[in-house]
Structures are given as C-alpha cells and as structure tokens.
C-alpha cells in the first residue's frame, strides 16, 4: 500500500569498464545494476531525465522529468574568458576527452590556456599535452557552478557509446 518510485540518472548496465564505479555495479552481491532494474520492474513509477533510460528502466510506468539547474546559477556574475576548460575526471568519463584530444593539444600548443574543474587525473595524458593542465582540485556540489564559472570557452566531449547516449542535456 506504499508509492515507491525509484529515479534512475545513468544506464547502470552500461557503464564502462574503465569507469571507477564499473566493479562495484557488477558485481551480483554489492550495488549491481541488476539490483537496480529490479527494483525499478518492481516500482509503482520510475523516473528519469531521458527517454532512452525510460526505455530501458521504465517498465511500463517510467516518466521522463528534465533536468533544469537551480535558479541561483543564474545569480553568477558572467566572466568572458579565453579559458578553455571542462568539468570533469577521467575517473568517470574515461574516454569522453579522446574526440577532442588533438584540438585541445594544439590550442595549448599554440599559447591557449586550459583548465580541469575536478581533481587531478590523466587528462595530460589523454590529450598528449606536453605539461599538466591546470586543476581545481576536487569541487563540493556547493560550490561546483562557481568552479564552473572559472572556464570561459566549455567543452562537454562525450564518447559515442550507449552509457552516454542516456545523458541528459545538461551533461555539464
């Protein structure tokens, strides 16, 4: 006799494998993705910011409710900048840099500057960059639009994949 209505925000079943929470997701006797779809078979409604994880945890009575950003991120002052940067780690987007690599190189190559929102990982690395970029540093939820804020030009690369083809318009 009670509502249980389960929200679902990624395609837990997708997850790459270089993604860091790909083990514990499959894994059957820890938080297994398979835990998740049952329980969302089981749910008098799942919820979900796309139609694609609709399609996939809904079971008939999935909803779709887009993803909006707290009114308060529209209270920050605008910076124009020639900072290029992205908000992210390598940690859970393990491949969503590849695509972008060789533009991102060769605008830092040529003096332009690029920073990471996030803690240090192989973003270097990934983008054959000759010097580590520059990080933030691990940000709180908090405090994450104003770290955001700090780029000028954004970029949210996604690797082509299933996992990612569940995102929600407002990735970044």
């Known amino acids: 006799g009670i509502a249980v209505i389960h929200d679902m925000d990624d395609d837990l079943g997708r997850i790459p494998v270089k993604n860091y929470a790909f083990a514990g997701y499959e894994d059957p006797n820890g938080h297994s993705w398979k835990w998740c779809e049952l329980a969302c078979k089981n749910a008098t409604m799942v919820t979900t ?63 332009g500057r690029f920073i990471v929102v996030g803690p240090q990982s192989d973003v270097r690395a990934q983008l054959h960059l000759k010097k580590e970029p520059v990080y933030t540093g691990r940000v709180d939820i908090m405090d994450w639009a104003a770290g955001v804020n700090l780029i000028g030009i954004g970029i949210a690369p996604l690797q082509d994949s299933l996992f990612n083809m569940s995102k929600s318009r407002l990735k970044v």
Request: aromatic fraction near 8%; charge should be negative.
């Open 49 to 111: 910011s796309t139609a694609r994880l609709r399609d996939v945890y809904g079971f008939g009575h999935g909803r779709v409710i887009d993803n909006y950003v707290p009114g308060s991120y529209l209270d920050l002052p605008r910076r124009d900048s020639d900072i290029l940067g992205w908000a992210g780690s390598t940690t859970v987007h393990p491949e969503d840099l590849l695509p972008v690599g060789r533009s991102v190189r060769r605008l830092v190559d040529e003096g």
